[in-house]
């Protein structure tokens, strides 16, 4: 089921949280839904600007869009925004010049097992994947799986926003109400995670980029190793080109609608709580400076990147439709917020699930490209699962089997 625009699932209950390391964004209740003649770039990018402009709010909207941008997203803005400065910390968007990135979002990580489980379907559609690039008949596919928990009480929303927000300090914790989707475990509920990955953003008209593409996961207990991985990424065949795929759409996009692009020559690596990542900050600026439709057109152009999606688009998108059991909904869509000065900050919705009562709905995915190992690429889901599975075990009490 996809709701009609018309339709507002969250009512005056509606709750919003962005959190930065810079800053914490909290929303209630709901204004103005927006709701555009079409759920395309043009048409949202059009709707935004005609209610935070010519309509006279200061908006900002809030919420989220889907992987499938041709579904309605749930964008809205709020009765009641409250913006608060974080205490410090270093942006994972900011790294230096020459593309090198700091080691950010290194929370405290538990290092409690967590019972993750065994998917020989993911194994299989891996192989699949694999066999289609080999080829020829696309480069790159980011497959994902899903896991459900039904715990023995119902969840605390609020202690999962913290609990993410402590371990993952350097990350984007995000919450928003969305409603049921076809093939959601949950059905409506809320949409709850510790995002790594910054898709857009935009200051006076500065705009950035972070993408995120090559992974392996930790291993913090061993420090000697961890930076052999660390070194073993960075010089990684397998992994450069697969972040070579996401910087060049990127990049694209960015000479398409800014001036002044800057794309780094390298990666560099970002470290989070269980798993590193090749990173590269991508910066521009728009000579739309203040038009949040501007951005927002951006944006939508922008997504699905071939860190979610694969490349080329079309061709991987029918791949994932094909190979993937479950419907993505809003997992690695976007969720954040555009204000009437097209200021904006938008991160994809991963490392996190949809939560409804006692109910969760864990989602985790992997790049495929040539060379890629099925066992491998499990072992990288799970390593993500562990992300929102701790905290979500931690408020149990007890150990939880996704």
């Given at each position: 089921?996809?709701?009609?625009?018309?339709?507002?699932?969250?009512?005056?209950?509606?709750?919003?949280?962005?959190?930065t390391?810079?800053?914490?964004?909290?929303?209630?209740?709901?204004?103005?839904?927006?709701?555009?003649?079409?759920w395309?770039?043009?048409?949202?990018?059009?709707?935004?600007?005609?209610?935070?402009?010519?309509?006279?709010?200061?908006?900002?909207?809030?919420?989220?869009?889907?992987?499938?941008?041709?579904?309605?997203?749930?964008?809205?803005?709020?009765?009641d925004?409250?913006?608060?400065?974080?205490?410090?910390?270093?942006?994972?968007?900011?790294?230096?010049?020459?593309?090198?990135?700091?080691?950010?979002?290194?929370?405290?990580?538990?290092?409690?097992?967590v019972?993750?489980?065994?998917?020989?379907?993911?194994?299989?559609?891996?192989?699949r994947?694999?066999?289609?690039?080999?080829?020829?008949?696309?480069?790159?596919?980011?497959?994902?799986?899903?896991?459900v928990?039904?715990?023995?009480?119902?969840?605390?929303?609020?202690?999962?926003?913290?609990?993410?927000?402590?371990?993952?300090?350097?990350?984007?914790?995000?919450?928003?109400?969305i409603?049921?989707?076809?093939?959601s475990?949950?059905?409506?509920?809320?949409?709850?995670?510790a995002?790594?990955?910054?898709?857009?953003?935009?200051?006076?008209?500065?705009?950035?980029?972070?993408?995120?593409?090559?992974?392996?996961?930790r291993?913090?207990?061993?420090?000697?190793?961890?930076?052999?991985?660390?070194?073993?990424?960075?010089?990684?065949?397998?992994d450069?080109?697969?972040?070579?795929?996401v910087v060049?759409?990127?990049?694209?996009?960015?000479?398409?609608?800014?001036?002044?692009?800057?794309?780094?020559?390298?990666?560099?690596?970002?470290?989070?709580?269980?798993?590193?990542?090749?990173?590269?900050?991508?910066?521009?600026?728009?000579?739309?400076?203040?038009?949040?439709?501007?951005?927002?057109?951006?944006?939508?152009?922008?997504?699905?990147?071939?860190?979610?999606?694969?490349?080329?688009?079309?061709?991987?998108?029918?791949?994932?439709?094909?190979?993937?059991?479950?419907?993505?909904?809003?997992?690695?869509?976007?969720?954040?917020?555009?204000?009437?000065?097209?200021?904006?900050?938008?991160?994809?919705?991963?490392r996190?699930?949809?939560?409804?009562?006692?109910?969760?709905?864990?989602?985790?995915?992997?790049?495929?490209?040539?060379?890629?190992?099925?066992?491998?690429?499990?072992?990288?889901?799970?390593?993500?699962?562990?992300?929102?599975?701790?905290?979500?075990?931690?408020?149990?009490?007890?150990?939880?089997?996704?």
């Amino acid at each position: 089921m996809v709701v009609p625009a018309s339709v507002d699932p969250r009512g005056p209950h509606a709750m919003f949280e962005f959190s930065t390391p810079e800053y914490r964004l909290t929303a209630r209740g709901v204004a103005h839904v927006v709701a555009p003649e079409t759920w395309d770039g043009p048409g949202v990018a059009d709707a935004i600007e005609s209610l935070l402009t010519h309509a006279g709010h200061d908006g900002p909207v809030v919420g989220c869009i889907p992987f499938d941008t041709a579904r309605p997203a749930a964008l809205y803005i709020p009765e009641d925004v409250t913006w608060r400065q974080a205490t410090g910390g270093d942006d994972v968007g900011e790294g230096s010049g020459d593309g090198s990135v700091p080691t950010a979002m290194q929370g405290a990580a538990s290092s409690t097992p967590v019972s993750l489980p065994d998917s020989p379907g993911y194994r299989r559609a891996v192989a699949r994947a694999v066999e289609r690039i080999d080829a020829g008949d696309l480069e790159k596919v980011v497959l994902a799986r899903t896991a459900v928990l039904d715990a023995d009480e119902d969840f605390d929303i609020d202690r999962l926003v913290y609990d993410l927000g402590v371990a993952n300090p350097h990350a984007y914790v995000y919450r928003t109400n969305i409603d049921a989707t076809d093939g959601s475990a949950c059905g409506e509920g809320t949409l709850v995670g510790a995002s790594p990955e910054l898709v857009l953003r935009s200051r006076r008209g500065a705009v950035t980029s972070f993408p995120l593409a090559g992974s392996v996961p930790r291993d913090r207990e061993n420090p000697a190793r961890d930076r052999d991985l660390t070194r073993g990424l960075l010089n990684s065949p397998k992994d450069r080109a697969e972040h070579a795929h996401v910087v060049r759409q990127v990049g694209e996009v960015f000479h398409r609608y800014a001036e002044s692009v800057v794309v780094p020559e390298a990666p560099g690596v970002v470290s989070t709580p269980v798993i590193l990542h090749l990173g590269s900050r991508i910066t521009g600026r728009l000579p739309q400076a203040g038009s949040p439709g501007a951005f927002m057109r951006m944006l939508y152009d922008l997504h699905p990147t071939p860190a979610v999606c694969g490349w080329p688009t079309a061709t991987a998108r029918d791949v994932i439709t094909e190979l993937e059991d479950f419907d993505r909904g809003m997992y690695s869509g976007l969720v954040g917020w555009v204000d009437a000065e097209g200021n904006a900050e938008w991160a994809l919705s991963l490392r996190g699930g949809v939560v409804s009562g006692s109910r969760a709905q864990l989602f985790a995915g992997a790049g495929i490209v040539s060379g890629s190992v099925p066992e491998e690429e499990h072992r990288e889901t799970a390593t993500k699962f562990a992300t929102f599975a701790r905290v979500l075990q931690n408020q149990q009490r007890r150990p939880v089997t996704v």
